[in-house]
């Protein structure tokens, strides 16, 4: 863990201790910065249900995944500089082998975690073959999109803004380390209740949420959460299971 100052008056990492407070962060730019792109993934999950309700063609649902990932993928660029907590790769190594060793042990949880009262729900997960066959392409925009934007767009979401504000209104000036337990608790459940898989997801977003607290660094959860992403799409891939995508 890394060392830390008295808390009493250290900042969260990467904030100047001059930031101005924010009163109702809710309506500040810096809390709608985090949502946005939130914001929109969650639109275009909710048009896919709608389109496969109204009984759109497959092929134009297979393509709404592209069309998600872009439209967030926009949006973290052209809002990056409001992220100044990303702004520079900080981890130090141990901080990365323990992010990645996390990322690595949700995977096997979410594949292990699948008995029917386990799930909320269902779905066939996304399918990327085409005529019987994987479409490169498809599962390429997929593969990375979960494992390169996604995480940014989540953590960004639920550990920076939202298990923040909870803590404090204003919560650029809160240190991850001092996120109180109800601060920590709701965003996980919700985080969980967000998939298909809950209980998976409560633990991937406890595993996430107690990566932030303790290297109070964003970048932590982020490459957990990438890591996830990225090795269950490859067992996806491999698999056949497409339930998990």
Same mark, same amino acid.
């Given at each position: 863990?890394?060392?830390?100052?008295?808390?009493?008056?250290?900042?969260?990492?990467?904030?100047?201790?001059?930031?101005?407070?924010?009163?109702?962060?809710?309506?500040?730019?810096?809390?709608?910065?985090?949502?946005?792109?939130?914001? %929109?993934?969650?639109?275009?999950?909710? *048009?896919?249900?709608? *389109?496969?309700?109204?009984?759109?063609?497959? /092929?134009?649902?297979?393509?709404? $995944?592209?069309?998600?990932?872009?439209? %967030?993928? /926009?949006?973290?660029?052209?809002?990056?500089?409001?992220?100044?907590?990303?702004?520079?790769?900080?981890? =130090?190594?141990?901080?990365?082998? /323990?992010?990645?060793?996390?990322?690595?042990?949700?995977?096997?949880?979410?594949?292990?975690?699948?008995?029917?009262?386990?799930?909320?729900?269902?779905?066939?997960?996304?399918?990327?073959?085409?005529?019987?066959?994987?479409?490169?392409?498809?599962?390429?925009?997929?593969?990375?999109?979960?494992?390169?934007?996604? =995480?940014?767009?989540?953590?960004?979401?639920?550990?920076?803004?939202?298990?923040?504000?909870?803590?404090?209104?204003?919560?650029?000036?809160?240190?991850?380390?001092?996120?109180?337990?109800?601060?920590?608790?709701?965003?996980?459940?919700?985080?969980?209740?967000?998939?298909?898989?809950? *209980?998976?997801?409560?633990?991937?977003?406890?595993?996430?949420?107690?990566? $932030?607290?303790?290297?109070?660094?964003?970048?932590?959860? %982020?490459?957990?959460?990438?890591?996830?992403?990225?090795? *269950?799409?490859?067992?996806?891939?491999?698999?056949?299971?497409?339930?998990?995508?």
């Amino acid at each position: 863990m890394t060392e830390r100052h008295d808390k009493r008056s250290a900042p969260a990492a990467g904030i100047s201790p001059t930031a101005r407070p924010l009163g109702r962060a809710i309506l500040e730019r810096a809390a709608w910065v985090r949502i946005l792109p939130f914001g %929109v993934f969650i639109f275009f999950l909710v *048009l896919g249900d709608l *389109l496969a309700w109204l009984g759109a063609a497959r /092929a134009t649902l297979l393509w709404l $995944y592209p069309l998600q990932s872009g439209a %967030v993928l /926009a949006l973290l660029i052209v809002l990056w500089r409001e992220y100044d907590e990303l702004h520079r790769f900080t981890l =130090p190594i141990p901080h990365m082998l /323990a992010a990645a060793g996390v990322g690595a042990i949700v995977t096997v949880l979410w594949v292990l975690l699948d008995d029917s009262w386990m799930i909320a729900g269902s779905g066939p997960g996304y399918d990327p073959r085409v005529d019987g066959r994987i479409d490169p392409l498809l599962a390429a925009i997929r593969l990375l999109g979960a494992t390169l934007v996604v =995480p940014v767009m989540e953590e960004l979401f639920w550990r920076s803004f939202l298990m923040r504000w909870i803590a404090r209104a204003d919560f650029r000036l809160v240190d991850p380390a001092r996120i109180g337990f109800k601060a920590f608790v709701l965003p996980t459940l919700l985080f969980g209740v967000e998939h298909h898989l809950w *209980l998976a997801g409560v633990l991937a977003g406890s595993a996430y949420g107690l990566l $932030y607290l303790r290297h109070r660094n964003l970048w932590s959860p %982020v490459l957990g959460h990438a890591v996830t992403n990225g090795l *269950l799409g490859i067992w996806v891939l491999a698999t056949g299971d497409w339930a998990f995508w």
